[in-house]
Each structure stands twice: as structure tokens, then as C-alpha cells.
């Protein structure tokens, strides 16, 4: 992790993509100057920031909070992402039930169909 907000890093992504710091402001939805002070050390990347700056540059937010200094925190996990586990099977397997369910009653109709024909 960089001890302290790597500008060249950002800046070599930047040029990769063709974009500028103000195409990177526009996608942190924060101003120019606040970018500016990011880019001097003497503001962090928001975690939010942190993620918008992912999808941005199209790598993992891990890889931005190692370039954006010591201090930069990670962005929180999706609220779905935080649910137990096991709730979050029972939700898919009631959804499973409802969708094997709904197939079963489509193929009946479809065979009582088939049927009325012969």
C-alpha cells in the first residue's frame, strides 16, 4: 500500500484510458478542486470514491486504495453481501420451489393442450 496518493499511478491510468482528471472528478461526482487536494495528499478518496474509482478505471477497489495512500479505507460491502449466508440460501431455494412450481404448472397446461389436439 502506498504510504501516500500515488498521482502517477492515477495519472498513467488516466492516460490509458485517454481520459482526464476532470473526466475522473466527473465519475467520483466530486469538484475539481476537491480532486485537486486528492491529488496533493491533502484530502482521501472517500470509500464511495473509492468504488466509483474502480468501475472508473476498471480494476478492483483494493487496487485503488493501494495507490491511494495509507489512510484511504475500503468501500463496504453491498447490503445483500452482508446478509448471513444461510438466509441467503433460504431465499434462493424458496425462489427455486416457486419457479419449479411455476414450470410444473406450464408443462401440465401444455399437456392438456397437447391432448385437446388428438
Not at 485503488?64 to 475500503?74: D, E, F, K, N, S
Request: no cysteine; aromatic share 6%.
Amino acid at each position: 500500500m502506498a504510504l501516500f496518493f500515488d498521482a502517477a499511478w492515477f495519472d498513467a491510468r488516466l492516460a490509458e484510458l485517454g481520459a482526464s482528471r476532470d473526466d475522473l472528478a466527473n465519475a467520483l461526482q466530486v469538484r475539481s478542486g476537491d480532486l485537486t487536494l486528492i491529488f496533493k495528499d491533502q484530502r482521501e478518496l472517500m470509500p464511495q470514491e473509492v468504488a466509483r474509482a474502480a468501475a472508473f478505471f476498471r480494476v478492483t477497489p483494493e487496487v485503488v486504495v493501494r495507490h491511494a495512500g495509507a489512510g484511504t479505507l475500503m468501500p463496504q460491502p453491498e447490503v445483500d453481501e452482508q446478509r448471513p449466508l444461510a438466509a441467503r440460501v433460504d431465499r434462493l431455494e424458496q425462489r427455486i420451489a416457486r419457479l419449479e412450481a411455476d414450470l410444473a404448472r406450464a408443462l401440465a397446461q401444455l399437456a392438456g393442450l397437447d391432448h385437446q389436439r388428438r
